[in-house]
């Protein structure tokens, strides 16, 4: 993935053995006069004292070397369990509690069908190697996920039509076959064709798991949905950027909502609530409670934004126009204007492209994949120029995570209004629910019950 950075183990172990080798080499220091009588012999318990002071010296040298390590070269993971944001936890209650609570309370409010058509990421491509199998949630569905030994992801239903084992549950792969753990029968990852029973003399013809049409590009593994089962109507653009290997990974954030799928691109359109949501530097934080404090006024975010739709034959895509300025003490900052590009392409896929004079240019992938009726996963995956320090990409990627959490906060705890109470200068989201509508067939699953129970 990133070969500057080591895993957090080797970092560990190295760090050990340096430390090792400092205590031995302090253990036994030789006296003055260079008879060669260790000193520690000689003095006693007064060498013990250094000995430990160097010991701890050493200690937080490491700890702060590899901290830096990190800071200066690994890509920036930040994943967020679904009762992590946008949840007020008070009165002794944990924010599990507060999550649960609001989940089981919350007015859903009439809603549009809950899985679009288009195309969904199930997971980066360097979360899995050749000959790896994992278990995902898409759609409501489970899926087994591999990659074959002649390097292609596959994408199947995770549940084997024998009996039911889970494929992505302990499932081996076999050339381009996904093996099942209980009895094992091998599937084709190409057709999820049974091919292969291992105590029988025969393979019935219909023996076969379903296949997910997928696809592995902009270094993630996405999958095709359509209520209908037809095949895709478009692609994912390939970022060429990314396929040449001129931009290089950087970092990915992970955040669960609780809220329909919609609520989330029509944020792009939603254009008053930057003014109002995202106008408070970021070091306010994402607390919204919080955010208009007093004591960080003197740092503003200035938004001018446009939204629209593509037209034919890109009719599916939509982009969202953005200029960004800083103003500190009222004072305008040009080295932080940032001119951004948010192409939406689909229900699921955005890429945010950035060009900075001199910050360099990349492009975060946002994804956002109904895992529930009423939680979505969506992960910001930032590639960027590989000349540029990763510390500018990770700045930019946990900049736009902490503008995200903002929104979170309100999507967590919104309801979904069929007929809002629109302005003028709101026109923006009608125009976009008009443009999202193409994403939905009359026979797109729609929410089958009033309550979801599930409990995080
Ligand atoms: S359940 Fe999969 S082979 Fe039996
Ligand atoms: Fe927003």
Redesign the pocket.
């Known amino acids: 993935m990133d070969g500057l950075c080591m895993s957090r183990r080797k970092v560990a172990a190295v760090a050990l053995v340096v430390l090792w080798g400092l205590v031995i080499h302090v253990g036994e220091p030789l006296d003055s006069m260079g008879t060669g009588s260790p000193l520690w012999r000689k003095t006693g318990l007064i060498g013990a004292p250094t000995r430990a002071v160097v010991c701890v010296v050493a200690g937080i040298s490491l700890l702060i070397l590899g901290w830096l390590h990190r800071l200066l070269f690994c890509p920036l993971e930040l994943l967020r369990s679904p009762d992590d944001v946008g949840y007020i936890a008070e009165d002794g209650r944990s924010r599990a509690q507060a999550a649960n609570e609001v989940r089981r309370r919350r007015k859903i409010g009439e809603l549009p069908p809950i899985y679009p058509n288009g195309w969904y990421r199930v997971m980066d491509s360097h979360m899995l190697q050749v000959g790896e199998v994992k278990n995902a949630t898409v759609l409501g569905e489970q899926v087994a996920v591999f990659r074959g030994d002649n390097g292609k992801a596959y994408v199947v239903d995770a549940y084997c039509p024998h009996l039911g084992a889970n494929l992505g549950v302990g499932g081996r792969v076999v050339g381009d076959c996904i093996e099942c753990p209980f009895h094992g029968w091998q599937f084709r990852g190409e057709d999820g064709k049974c091919v292969k029973i291992p105590y029988a003399e025969k393979v019935p013809e219909f023996a076969k798991v379903r296949r997910w049409t997928s696809c592995d590009v902009n270094g993630q593994i996405l999958v095709w949905f359509h209520c209908d089962g037809l095949e895709p109507t478009w692609n994912v653009p390939e970022q060429q950027e990314i396929t040449r290997g001129d931009w290089v990974y950087r970092g990915r954030t992970e955040h669960f909502i609780n809220a329909h799928i919609e609520e989330i691109p029509e944020?792009?359109a939603?254009i008053a609530?930057?003014a109002h949501?995202?106008t408070p530097g970021i070091v306010s934080g994402v607390d919204l409670r919080y955010t208009n404090s007093k004591t960080w006024e003197f740092i503003r975010h200035d938004w001018k934004v446009k939204w629209e739709p593509e037209s034919d034959p890109n009719s599916h895509c939509s982009r969202m126009l953005v200029k960004h300025s800083l103003t500190v003490f009222g004072r305008h900052w040009p080295l932080m204007d940032i001119d951004v590009v948010a192409r939406q392409v689909g229900p699921g896929v955005v890429f945010l492209l950035f060009e900075h004079s001199f910050f360099g240019k990349g492009v975060i992938m946002h994804c956002v994949t109904p895992l529930e009726p009423l939680l979505q996963c969506v992960s910001h995956t930032i590639f960027y120029q590989a000349n540029v320090p990763p510390l500018v990409p990770k700045f930019i990627l946990r900049a736009e995570c902490i503008?995200?959490e903002?929104?979170v906060m309100?999507w967590n705890n919104k309801k979904y209004i069929s007929k809002p109470l629109l302005v003028k200068e709101d026109s923006a989201i009608q125009k976009h629910r008009r443009w999202f509508s193409q994403f939905y067939s009359p026979g797109s699953p729609r929410l089958a019950y009033q309550h979801d129970t599930l409990d995080f």
Do not use: G
């Open positions: 944020n792009a939603d609530h930057l949501l995202h503008q995200f903002r929104d309100i």
